[in-house]
């Protein structure tokens, strides 16, 4: 059985070991990834997952600084139902003309109490931090007068560092109107009124934003001793918890900024007395300095005090789409890929993004199943959402139209007509349904519904609950291989949760990157990360497989071969040296450089043609068709190799002086038909040639020969049986053996020759012929080009 313990390729490990981690530096080195802004190319943390990037069905994205760009923008707000905009335009909104200025042109919309207090609680509801400023910028603050318009000059010239875009645009914004946030100085925060009053706050205690509350709260002291609690967050969060009757009048303008795209958020305001605030405060410390269930405590004292509030008014900051956003979109869809936004924020402003970046189009049906349309008819919740599922599942599923046979992943008109939106609420109910057997049905519908619509809008989301679509897409039938990509803390668990991770190196942080597989700056890089490497590296390790499968078959069947013939003596046809160099030195530096060099369509074409990813789904190029083929090739490789050389060994002389060869020189031959045939073979299933690729290649053989004339030529004294002493130079001696030599290698690689030259042309590989593949080096080299349809040889400079 040793002898036989070579056709379990072993060192096919450690090859594949090195090809993941030197081909992952393509990536790293990769000059198209590179972002000036930042001065960041891409990152690879993990070289396991290269293959997997060519294997990618469902890509599952954040929103926020993943499809936008994270730079945030002031539009306009609303304080107490009336618009106030910043843009140099005029509009008729709300039967009121608004015009730009500051607000002192427009309070006779709202009072000037509730401006101001809307105002304030920009400046003071945040964690922004104000840099050092410049003794210049420092005069142009001090110097501003109060009949200015807009104050420009002060926020290009003032710093601001925060946890999120949002809160420096928030506070950007009540510059504009007057009102600048000076900075932190031991707990006194300090704004700047439109009367150019330093207004002081003691800062008591802060409410921490989370995706889950979706608000955050600030408790701060005036200089009168009144102590009031700041609260902004989303308005599914702010709402329950204010006045109803305060909520109509901000709610319209809320929608029709989120239907717009802008970014919504709510500001109220609450009045502590002293004996709430001493109440609240206490809860605070306890919870703070509790060992178990800490998290759960402080949320519990958040909830209390963040109730009965008052609604003051709402922003709306408007965040730009990504370069090529809608570009790389429909690349990936028209790759077979089907893409998911998985976001937090609202419903309206989430579809606008979707249909700005293509992924809804005009003529797509949206089906939506969010807590409007659950509470539509008037029935209970659960029974809404079992009708609501079978229409969708019937119209979405049953009622389409079939996919055509031997089409798989297909993008056409008839498959991209519907859109599927689902909220947070709804989407816990389908999760966890009161009946174990209903939640089994809900699960199963859901995820019918969404594997048959072109793109899913998944809003209002948790962390937690993006891991867990995540999770059910991953272990639906099939297995299907899932990238989730996102830029922030809270996309970090369904990063973690997919097959593929991709960090984006956002404005939020560096904890979507340190746990992801890869991180890209921007979200056009994830279109030839995917079509290019991704399609490459899967080629490049399927094709490393199957092919030192084929090449041991054909070095041990002659081993097998040979004990027909010596009586089953387990005398072995190779010499010791050549049983252990085969795989370590004479063929594994051809292979390993076609793995990582290998290029079968230049990269222009795979981003070019997209649809070119699909011919490589579902891991086409390892099914059972190719390995058979592999197989079969090495059976008769390995029968050419040793029934050709007992063909030769027939006549008994094969010497000039009458000699007859032995065993050893049989082995010899045999194994440098082997060496020789198996380089070949992959130096014409090689497409894209460097200087590399002839190196090794030729390298190899040349060093086998060497080997062999070395390890023959010289008496090793460490050596107590020499049994190839003289035998390969006594063998080339030999005319035969030149000839036989000649010959099997001709016959072996024939039919793979006339099967590429007389095949018919069929893909898309066909019309990109004539489209020359990249080489490296600047030296004239020999070029073996060969497409779908044939081989050709030319010289390129």
């Not at 109220?268 to 002293?274: D, I, N, P, R, V």
């Not at 989430?350 to 809804?360: D, E, H, I, M, Q």
């Amino acid at each position: 059985m040793v002898l036989f313990n070579f056709i379990i390729p072993v060192s096919m490990y450690v090859t594949v070991e090195m090809q993941k981690f030197l081909g992952s530096f393509f990536i790293t080195w990769d000059k198209d990834f590179f972002d000036p802004e930042i001065k960041e190319g891409a990152l690879v943390n993990t070289s396991d997952l290269n293959e997997e990037l060519g294997q990618v069905e469902y890509i599952f994205t954040d929103k926020t600084g993943t499809l936008t760009q994270n730079n945030m923008e002031f539009i306009e707000c609303c304080i107490d139902g009336f618009q106030y905009r910043h843009r140099e335009d005029s509009s008729e909104l709300d039967g009121v003309c608004v015009t730009d200025g500051p607000v002192n042109k427009v309070q006779q919309k709202a009072g000037t109490e509730r401006e101001e207090l809307f105002l304030r609680a920009l400046c003071l509801c945040h964690t922004v931090q104000v840099k050092e400023s410049t003794k210049n910028s420092r005069d142009q603050i001090d110097g501003l007068g109060a009949d200015e318009e807009v104050l420009h000059p002060p926020q290009k010239e003032r710093g601001f560092i925060a946890s999120s875009p949002d809160e420096i645009a928030l506070v950007q914004g009540a510059m504009r109107y007057g009102f600048t946030f000076l900075g932190l100085e031991s707990k006194n925060m300090k704004i700047l009124n439109r009367n150019k009053d330093v207004e002081t706050y003691e800062l008591l205690h802060v409410l921490n934003f989370d995706p889950v509350r979706r608000r955050m709260s600030v408790m701060v002291r005036s200089k009168t001793g009144d102590i009031l609690l700041f609260c902004k967050g989303a308005d599914s969060s702010i709402f329950p918890r204010v006045r109803q009757e305060e909520v109509e009048r901000i709610r319209m303008h809320v929608e029709r900024n989120a239907t717009d795209g802008y970014r919504t958020l709510c500001v109220a305001y609450k009045h502590l007395s002293a004996e709430e605030y001493a109440n609240a405060d206490a809860g605070l410390r306890e919870a703070k300095l509790a060992l178990q269930d800490r998290e759960e405590k402080l949320m519990d004292v958040y909830n209390q005090v963040e109730t009965e509030m008052t609604l003051i008014g709402a922003t709306a900051v408007e965040d730009q789409l990504q370069d090529e956003a809608a570009q790389t979109m429909e690349a990936l869809q028209v790759a077979g890929m089907k893409v998911w936004v998985l976001t937090g924020d609202k419903m309206e402003t989430a579809k606008s993004t979707c249909y700005a970046c293509g992924l809804f189009k005009k003529n797509t049906e949206l089906l939506e199943l969010t807590l409007r349309t659950l509470e539509d008819g008037g029935r209970r919740r659960e029974e809404r959402l079992h009708d609501l599922l079978l229409e969708y599942h019937k119209k979405a599923v049953q009622d389409a139209p079939p996919v055509k046979l031997g089409i798989t992943r297909s993008w056409s008109v008839a498959s991209h007509g519907f859109g599927f939106i689902i909220d947070g609420a709804s989407l816990s109910m389908v999760l966890s349904s009161s009946s174990e057997s209903n939640s089994s049905l809900y699960k199963n519908l859901f995820l019918q519904i969404c594997q048959n619509c072109t793109a899913v809008l998944c809003c209002r989301m948790a962390p937690l609950q993006k891991a867990q679509i995540v999770r059910l897409v991953k272990n639906s039938k099939g297995s299907p291989i899932t990238l989730s990509i996102g830029d922030g803390a809270n996309d970090v668990s369904m990063i973690l949760e997919a097959h593929v991770g991709i960090g984006i190196k956002g404005k939020e942080g560096r904890q979507a990157v340190k746990n992801s597989d890869y991180a890209i700056p921007k979200l056009k890089h994830l279109k030839k990360l995917l079509l290019a490497h991704g399609h490459l590296y899967y080629v490049r390790i399927a094709h490393l497989v199957q092919y030192f499968f084929y090449k041991n078959l054909c070095f041990i069947l002659p081993q097998f071969l040979y004990q027909f013939f010596c009586g089953f003596s387990q005398q072995p046809l190779y010499d010791a040296a050549y049983l252990t160099m085969y795989n370590i030195c004479f063929t594994s530096m051809p292979i390993l450089a076609y793995s990582l060099l290998e290029q079968h369509i230049c990269i222009e074409v795979l981003l070019d043609n997209s649809t070119l990813y699909r011919e490589i789904a579902k891991n086409a190029m390892l099914r059972w068709k190719l390995f058979l083929y592999w197989t079969a090739l090495g059976l008769f490789h390995g029968l050419v190799f040793f029934f050709g050389v007992r063909f030769l060994f027939s006549n008994p002389a094969l010497q000039d002086n009458g000699q007859v060869f032995g065993n050893w020189s049989y082995g010899t031959i045999v194994f440098t038909v082997l060496v020789f045939t198996v380089t070949l073979k992959l130096a014409l299933v090689t497409r894209h040639w460097t200087w590399i690729n002839h190196f090794v290649i030729w390298g190899s053989l040349a060093f086998y020969v060497f080997f062999s004339f070395f390890w023959g030529g010289i008496i090793w004294p460490f050596l107590s049986h020499q049994r190839l002493y003289f035998v390969f130079a006594n063998m080339l001696s030999s005319v035969s053996a030149w000839l036989v030599i000649i010959l099997l290698i001709l016959l072996s690689l024939l039919p793979e020759i006339l099967l590429v030259v007389l095949r018919k042309p069929r893909g898309p590989h066909a019309r990109q012929v004539k489209r020359r593949l990249p080489s490296s080096g600047t030296s004239t080299i020999f070029m073996l080009s060969q497409t779908a349809s044939t081989h050709s040889f030319s010289w390129s400079d």
